[in-house]
């Protein structure tokens, strides 16, 4: 009884061995791929199987908020930025780094300005600079466009609409657009504002950039746009320098368009686009809405709407990156 009492136990363990081996989960297939890790995160733009870059870094969008601390910095802690002045100075200085730091090769073009009367304000003659931002590799013989904005004020105001809205808009699309085709140069003119009357007293800066230019890069540029006052009112001014000068308008127009932008045209040659039209060059001018503080020492930061900055940052991207 013992021993089949026993063998019945041992018929009974191994029934239950053959139970549970058959509801285990069985070992992966040999032919059955495990999971890879992921790869580590590339720290540049995406590329080929060969390394070579498939696209540029995507551009940012046009940062208000950081164009109205720009109007802050130049108009309420520098100034009055009389094209010779120290104010002048530190201001380019500045410029150049925060266009250094955003990846682009700065030039200054000095310049001779003489002395005159700048709306009332006797000034003295000296020297002045253009500063000049391109990427590496620039070629300018090769299609590009510029876009240009005035540093200078006249001395007795501080500028935050004329002309440091135009700056703050230059500066920050410079910083969100690493790489606009075709390729643009950004420049900050000097001596834009008046010295006398007429045209050979005024847009100093302009004039002598032009007058650098060799025929090739003429040749090879397809728009010039001028910021100037483009920080006050709900409507985009578009002006060109002559009435029959529509082209490049055109395409400003349809770039507000696709950006959402209201505008308006207009024709304006107090800024600097007249010296690259009167080249033979095309050129247009972005800004011009009339404000009461106009030329005077009430030209202050709060005078400049981010809404108005923001409208004309969003129609320049779209412009460049058509």
């Keep these: 009884m013992r021993a089949a009492g026993l063998s019945l136990a041992v018929l009974l363990a191994l029934a239950t061995a053959a139970c549970d081996s058959s509801t285990s989960t069985p070992a992966p297939s040999p032919t059955t791929s495990s999971p890879t890790a992921a790869p580590p ?42 094209a010779t002045s120290t ?3 530190r201001a380019l200085a500045w410029l150049e780094t925060r266009f250094e730091a955003a ?27 253009n500063l000049i931002a391109t990427k590496p590799g620039f070629d300018r013989s090769a299609p590009h466009r510029i876009v240009g904005a005035h540093l200078d004020t006249v001395p007795q105001a501080p500028g935050a609409e004329d002309n440091a809205s135009g700056i703050a808009v230059l500066l920050g699309t410079a910083e969100s657009l690493p790489a606009p085709k075709p390729p643009t140069v950004f420049i900050a003119f000097g001596a834009e504002e008046p010295r006398g009357d007429g045209d050979n007293r005024h847009h100093y800066g302009s004039r002598a950039y032009v007058a650098s230019l060799p025929a090739a890069q003429r040749r090879a540029l397809r728009g010039m746009v001028s910021l100037d006052r483009v920080g006050v009112g709900s409507v985009v001014p578009m002006c060109t320098a002559t009435a029959g000068q529509v082209t490049l308008q055109r ?22 686009h007249w010296s690259f039209v009167r080249a033979g060059m095309p050129g247009v001018r972005l800004g011009s809405t009339p404000y009461a503080e ?29």
Excluded: M
Excluded at 49 to 73: E, L, M, Q
Excluded at 110 to 120: E, F, M, R, T
Excluded at 260 to 272: E, L, Q, Y
């Design 251 to 272: 395409e400003l127009r349809a770039a507000a368009a696709r950006a959402r932008v209201p505008t308006r045209s207009c024709v304006n040659r107090s800024s600097d």
């Design 294 to 322: 106009y030329h005077s020492a009430r030209d202050l930061p709060p005078v400049v709407q981010a809404a108005q900055l923001g409208r004309i940052g969003r129609v320049l991207a779209a412009w460049l990156q058509s």
């Design 87 to 89: 104010e002048y100075r």
């Design 41 to 82: 995160p590339s720290s540049g733009p995406p590329t080929t199987p060969g390394g070579t870059p498939t696209s540029s870094p995507p551009p940012r969008a046009f940062d208000a908020a950081a164009a109205t601390a720009t109007v802050r910095y130049l108009a309420g802690e520098l100034g009055p930025r009389e």
């Design 103 to 129: 990846g682009y090769q700065v030039k200054r073009q000095a310049l001779q300005v003489p002395a005159g009367n700048s709306w009332g304000v006797p000034v003295r003659a000296g020297t002045t600079w």
